[in-house]
């Protein structure tokens, strides 16, 4: 069989097989409907009360301020459309957010600003650093919200939530942060960081995909998307997703600070060979300011998506955000933030790792991208 | 982030060893066309004798089916005549590759534009007598 290197962890991850193993409990076993008042409901409902206590407790909360979702992309709908018709009627529609958010982020914030919503789209510095004095500028008396993503997904800059949590606070506005891709790698705690809403997904750390959590702080109110039957306190009626729920409380549980210490010293070796290899840049920044796991070069003068394609081929996989990849032709908005050119946008390829990335593997890529960018080069009219 | 699309195995052979990625020593004339916006630059030279093109060769900053099609392309040209070159179209490179991503199936419209404009330019030349 093929050898398959997988470096795209910052797209999704492996499903740890022990949290597999408590999933297959909540689907084959204890499979009950946990609002059911019988034994096998109470089974399941415990399991979600556990669940629920795990997640807060790993992020500083409180129980009742935590409620499931489908995904990080509900939950980050849930926070910015929940908020807004909360408070439309209260004489507030001004949010302040990035030009780097994720695309749920961004297109939540497009389709409030159709319904009467005014955001401002914040721009960044070059290594992706939102300035937290822009904010505090941006901040009008029609701001309810200000929405920062904390490690970013593309590039995996890590925002100083404390600093942006702080001037929200002080300023009476609401901060939320998406914390998908930093969760269980970068310490968070929603008291300390001034936190009001965050949120948190399964499937980047291990856990199952369709399963997001999102933090509420206690006395905030918002809009609920789905109304039914009440559950998640009334504010995400679905019947609870027990087995997912309990995977990701599992993941978390499993996830270690040991893991990290690796992952950064690969990282490292990794990006520092890779700059080894003529006209190769970074992309973003680096150190403890950048998620472990996240690798993000531009290969210059070669197409992004071609490299890719070439490491497909031996096995290995990677992502790019370019161009003819997909029937949005625009360069990555994120990487055009920081202020690449199209070219050098279109030249980038993310390369995110995990705790299941071993030396052997990356020493195996890198030859192997070493090859397709001599390849790729002499095929470019611009090398 | 979008990962690859998958290619069919003649487009990816084609892709990881093109024939005619090479600059012509003296080419009688040259198409370039594509945008970095679209993500795309092409770049294609030929020769001519006696109306046919004697020699061809490429290079493109673009996707792997972009480097695939623009090979083809030159298969297909050299040899013909300038006439029968500018009559390849999208589906010859298709189907010589096999089937292509539907997605993809604009990349394969640069290499047939870079041939096309090499081949107006070299009209051109030859009325004018200018260089382009």
């Known amino acids: ?383 | 982030m979008k990962t690859n699309t998958l290619y069919s195995k003649k487009l990816m052979k084609r892709f990881t060893n093109p024939k005619f990625v090479k600059r012509l020593k003296k080419p009688d004339a040259v198409g370039e066309v594509g945008n970095m916006k679209c993500g795309d630059i092409m770049h294609l030279e030929i020769k001519v004798k006696n109306h046919e093109i004697s020699d061809i060769g490429f290079q493109t900053f673009g996707c792997g089916a972009a480097i695939a099609t623009s090979d083809v392309v030159c298969e297909l040209a050299k040899g013909r005549t300038l006439a029968k070159a500018k009559k390849i179209s999208k589906n010859d490179i298709v189907k010589k590759l096999g089937g292509m991503p539907p997605i993809k199936i604009h990349c394969s419209i640069l290499g047939i534009q870079a041939l096309k404009k090499a081949i107006k330019n070299y009209e051109e030349n030859q009325k004018g007598g200018k260089s382009k």
């Open chain 1, 1 to 383: 069989m093929m050898k398959e290197i997988y470096l795209d962890n910052a797209a999704t991850t492996k499903v740890d097989e022990k949290v597999a193993e408590v999933m297959e409990k909540y689907q084959t076993e204890e499979y009950g409907n946990a609002s059911s008042t019988h034994l096998k409901g109470e089974a399941a409902r415990r399991a979600i009360e556990e669940s629920r206590e795990i997640v807060a407790k790993s992020i500083g909360a409180k129980y009742k301020e935590i409620i499931f979702t489908g995904s990080g992309t509900e939950a980050n709908n849930t926070a910015v459309k929940g908020l807004f018709f909360e408070m439309k009627d209260k004489g507030k529609n001004h949010i302040i957010t990035t030009k780097i958010e994720h695309d749920c982020i961004l297109n939540a914030c497009k389709w409030i600003e159709s319904q009467g919503a005014e955001i401002t789209y914040l721009d960044v510095d070059a290594y992706g650093f939102v300035n937290p004095k822009d904010i505090e500028v941006a901040i009008t008396d029609k701001t309810f919200l200000v929405s920062v993503i904390h490690g970013n997904n593309e590039i995996g800059t890590i925002q100083d939530l404390e600093k942006i949590g702080k001037i929200c606070r002080e300023k009476g506005v609401l901060f939320h942060t998406d914390a998908c891709q930093s969760f269980t790698k970068v310490a968070i705690n929603v008291k300390k960081q001034f936190i009001d809403l965050m949120t948190l997904n399964a499937h980047k750390i291990h856990g199952p995909k369709g399963v997001g959590a999102l933090y509420i702080r206690e006395g905030i109110s918002i809009t609920p998307l789905l109304h039914g039957g009440g559950h998640e306190f009334g504010l995400r009626s679905s019947t609870e997703n027990v087995a997912g729920i309990a995977g990701f409380a599992k993941a978390i549980k499993i996830a270690s600070p040991r893991e990290v210490k690796v992952m950064y010293k690969l990282r490292d070796y990794f990006i520092k060979e890779l700059l080894k290899i003529p006209k190769v840049n970074l992309n973003g920044a680096d150190g403890k300011n950048r998620l472990c796991n996240n690798i993000n070069v531009c290969f210059n003068n070669i197409e992004a998506e071609s490299v890719g394609s070439f490491l497909n081929v031996e096995g290995i996989f990677t992502s790019v955000g370019s161009a003819c990849s997909s029937h949005n032709l625009e360069p990555s908005h994120v990487l055009l933030a920081l202020g690449k050119t199209p070219l050098e946008a279109n030249s980038s390829v993310r390369i995110s790792i995990s705790k299941y990335t071993t030396k052997e593997e990356i020493d195996y890529a890198l030859e192997k991208i070493k090859k397709a960018v001599e390849r790729l080069r002499k095929i470019s009219p611009l090398a």
